[in-house]
């Protein structure tokens, strides 16, 4: 229904409603009807759903057929392991979504308003959520807008509608006629769900609610998009993709060597699984949770809700980060920042008339909380005006009580001005302030040096050329001026034959840390594109105050850009401006055809799109709506980029502390594959099987633990915020080390096992404790690509390692060995075994000196 194109009769007889509102009676059929207006969740919180979520990893997969096979074989110790790491790891996931479920419910809850409607005649405050269509709401400054609306009576009503529309100036209302054809964001006699009033009052006759308003539309559609696959967690399933291939071939050329070789199938088969129990890196998935979880728990410090664990690793390798201005790069606060007065920029004289008129003609009220606190409430702009005077030693409250009001001509958008009418003893005087053309059309004199100059059109012009440079540095600039009234006291008498005072420019101002974040990242190798509702100037100028270097493009001239050419030169382009939400996905698109790892914030319903496309949506977490939340991956607690900076190093120190332990797991799993694999091509005895599939598990317990996770708490490399984001595997750059690793491992063993295969119980003895004990020494060398004297301390690894090798002292000299086939070892052996593991660690270490000297040649060259 059309409700803008029809007269506000046929508005209340189509509603079954009239100006007194509606009765008990109507507002209990209309709730049956219609029901609560509230915003429903296509995709309900479902526990079981999320929990079950943690098991479609391919590597998760590949370790639930590892316990069926062990359980086949009758290895119920094997079995029971793997289940309780594969428990470990989806019970961290459910967790930590879980949690931020949860958070994000209790900030709705937290959200949810009182609205004032007007019912049988009477005002009343009722729960939101109990809104019918037909209900009168009183409009009043600063309430949230509950439903949408149909206006019938407005006094100077303006709201905020950038979380419907992202246009960050507030839209003056009116209660006429539109034309049917009238766009959403151009209907200015329509009030919609989620906006907010920041000057005036009126009345609305509610039109819809819940799911049936703009609002729920909106929000309906998103919750039907699936979305993005998280690029680590993509990731993850490839890397275990290729390790399940590998397991299969590895296994089918056993089974078919030992069989050429005249072992039984079911021999064959059971030797064939040990090798793949010993390929598979079990404790892999639980360590990568762990690393994530203890992550986000440092992320939360930073004023960041992880509602996803691989959100925290992908936000590290984020390469393009797309952000909105107002209150995310800016404070979201008018303030005024240059005065043009007495003939001059930012002159000491004349300014205190300047100020007061603005404090004079002015609507924003001082307003005291519960805590008995003073606040201002009104327009942004008239806010900035308040607290300019106040910063000039100007004081609201005694200069309005001294000059009391009079009379009032409201602000329209014909006469684009305001001017309020005071008496200071017997003077009456008019202050006026307005658009700045509108202003200096008005005035008949201009105030310099105290003394009264007649203006004329010269200087106007010269006036207004004034008030265009102040606008080009991207300053929101309104006009002031007065007179003392002489007769009626009328809108022409108030508003013409003016004196003129002055400029005032404000701009909402960058937040103070923000430049120093953007250098950051810019170091990072990481893009930043500001995307804004506001115009290309303010932008420009936003841009210049915190460094963003690059070309600015408004929508209108990225209408006339092809797909193709945008490709091809978004590189060079660093603001958007006037954009709309589908311009966003546009820009979105392109850039992830380029490769881009996207992270995108949001904080209106108009936003949600872009979020869901986006590898990262990041949604506002004090002025962002609940669709917009609900489409993210990350929550932003203080809506403030800066934060975003600090979670991108987070991310990037997770991503490092990732390839840390993945080398350390899969330098110890290809050592123990190699040995099995070489020893039954040797020997081809499935009775000299160099490892149980139980030592091979007891191997991984202890080592793939606590020693691996404490890698995930190594401290942030120093320049990790100096290199570009990686969009290369995770096996990248760290196979060389693990086949060099593994190589070693592989011989140290082999010695052993060869030294002590006539006894065979001994020789496993020997090659599990020489394994742990080189992984024990390993686990320094993959701490950092540097030397191990310069990287930083970590207790945590001390205690893990120590704690790794007291557990097998006791598996070795104690009856617990029996279960694991070890007998107990003397002083020689581990003389041999200690020594064999630091001359490794010292080739491992020799090793990483080559390669950064490589590295080295190669950057200089």
């Known amino acids: 229904m059309n409700y803008h194109a029809l007269s506000v009769k046929e508005v209340f007889r189509k509603l079954d409603s009239d100006v007194e509102g509606l009765d008990e009676t109507q507002v209990s059929e209309k709730l049956k009807q219609f029901g609560l207006n509230r915003l429903k969740r296509t995709r309900h919180f479902n526990a079981l759903k999320i929990f079950l979520s943690q098991f479609k990893s391919f590597l998760i997969i590949i370790l639930i057929l590892a316990v069926i096979l062990s359980i086949f074989m009758g290895s119920v110790i094997d079995s029971a392991v793997i289940s309780v790491i594969l428990l470990i790891n989806a019970g961290l996931g459910f967790f930590q979504e879980y949690k931020a479920e949860k958070a994000i419910e209790a900030l709705k809850k937290m959200m949810v308003p009182e609205a004032k409607v007007l019912r049988n005649g009477r005002v009343m405050k009722i729960n939101s959520e109990k809104i019918v269509p037909g209900d009168i709401l009183i409009l009043r400054e600063g309430d949230k807008i509950v439903a949408d609306a149909r206006l019938f009576k407005s006094e100077g009503l303006k709201i905020n509608e950038a979380a419907l529309t992202g246009e960050s ?143 925290s690793e992908t936000l590290g390798r984020t390469t393009v980060i797309c952000v909105d201005k107002t209150g995310t790069i800016t404070k979201g606060k008018m303030k005024v920042s240059d005065i043009y007065v007495n003939g001059k920029m930012n002159s000491r004289k004349g300014r205190d008339l300047l100020f007061k008129i603005g404090i004079l003609c002015n609507k924003a009220r001082i307003e005291k909380n519960d805590e008995g606190k003073y606040y201002l409430l009104g327009d942004p702009t008239e806010k900035a005006l308040v607290i300019a005077a106040k910063q000039n030693g100007l004081d609201k409250k005694k200069i309005t009580e001294k000059e009391p009001k009079i009379k009032e001509f409201p602000f329209s958008s014909e006469r684009k001005m305001m001017s309020v009418v005071r ?210 991956d990350i929550i932003l607690l203080d809506d403030n980029f800066a934060s975003i900076v600090s979670g991108v190093k987070e991310g990037r120190r997770i991503y490092d502390n990732v390839k840390k332990f993945v080398k350390f797991l899969l330098s110890a799993n290809f050592s123990e594959v190699l040995l099995v694999l070489v020893v039954m091509l040797l020997w081809r005895k499935p009775e000299l099987l160099p490892l149980l599939p139980l030592q091979i598990l007891w191997i991984n317990l202890v080592t793939d633990s606590l020693p691996a996770l404490a890698l995930s708490s190594e401290p942030m490399d120093k320049e990790v915020m100096q290199e570009k984001p990686s969009k290369k595997g995770i096996l990248s750059g760290i196979l060389s080390f693990i086949l060099i690793a593994g190589l070693i491992a592989f011989i140290i063993d082999f010695v052993f096992f060869y030294w002590h295969m006539l006894d065979i119980t001994k020789a496993r003895t020997m090659v599990v404790t020489a394994s742990i004990m080189f992984e024990m020494f390993l686990v320094f060398n993959c701490k950092s690509d540097k030397s191990i004297f310069k990287s930083s301390m970590n207790k945590y690894l001390i205690y893990a390692v120590l704690f790794a090798i007291g557990v097998h002292l006791i598996a070795l000299y104690t009856p617990l060995g029996s279960l694991f086939g070890f007998v107990s070892l003397g002083m020689y052996d581990w003389f041999y075994i200690i020594g064999l593991s630091f001359v490794g660690f010292i080739v491992m270490e020799l090793f990483k000196f080559i390669k950064r000297k490589m590295k080295n040649s190669k950057t200089s060259q």
């Open 423 to 632: 008496k200071e003893g017997r003077d009456v005087i008019s202050y006026v302030k307005g658009a700045p053309e509108k202003i200096i059309g008005r005035c008949a004199y201009e105030l310099i040096d105290g003394k009264f100059v007649g203006l004329t059109e010269k200087r106007k012009m010269q006036l207004i050329k004034v008030y265009e440079d102040m606008a080009m540095n991207g300053l929101r600039v309104l006009g002031f001026a007065y007179k003392w009234l002489v007769g009626e006291v009328s809108q022409k008498n108030a508003e013409n034959e003016l004196v003129f005072i002055g400029f005032q420019g404000m701009i909402d101002p960058p937040r103070p840390e923000v430049a120093n974040a953007l250098e950051l990242s810019h170091k990072a190798g990481i893009k930043v594109l500001m995307m804004t509702g506001d115009s290309k100037l303010t932008a420009d100028a936003v841009a210049k105050e915190i460094g963003l270097k690059g070309e600015s493009i408004d929508a209108i001239k990225l209408a006339e850009i092809s797909d193709r050419k945008l490709f091809e030169s978004i590189n060079k382009i660093s603001v958007f401006a006037r954009i709309s939400p589908e311009d966003k996905l546009r820009i979105i698109n392109i850039l992830k055809q380029k490769n881009e790892i996207v992270a995108m914030t949001g904080d209106g319903v108009n936003d949600a799109l872009a979020l869901k496309r986006a590898d990262i949506g990041i949604a506002m977490g004090i002025k962002g709506t609940d669709v917009a939340r609900d489409s993210s």
């Open 169 to 311: 100036v507030s839209e003056e209302k009116i209660d006429g006629l539109l034309k049917v054809s009238a766009p959403l964001a151009d209907r200015t006699n329509m009030v919609y769900q989620g906006t907010e009033i920041v000057a005036g009052s009126g009345k609305a006759v509610v039109i819809d609610t819940g799911m049936r308003t703009e609002l729920g539309k909106i929000s309906g559609l998103v919750q039907k998009i699936k979305p993005e696959k998280n690029p680590f967690k993509d990731k993850l399933d490839r890397f275990a993709f290729k390790i399940g291939i590998f397991i299969l071939i590895l296994t089918g050329l056993v089974v078919l060597l030992l069989i050429w070789d005249g072992v039984e199938l079911f021999q064959s088969f059971l030797v064939a699984v040990s090798l793949a129990v010993s390929a598979i890196p079990e404790g892999l998935p639980a360590v990568v949770s762990l690393g994530l979880a203890f992550a986000t728990r440092r992320m939360i410090k930073q004023h960041i809700l992880v509602r996803k664990l691989p959100a």
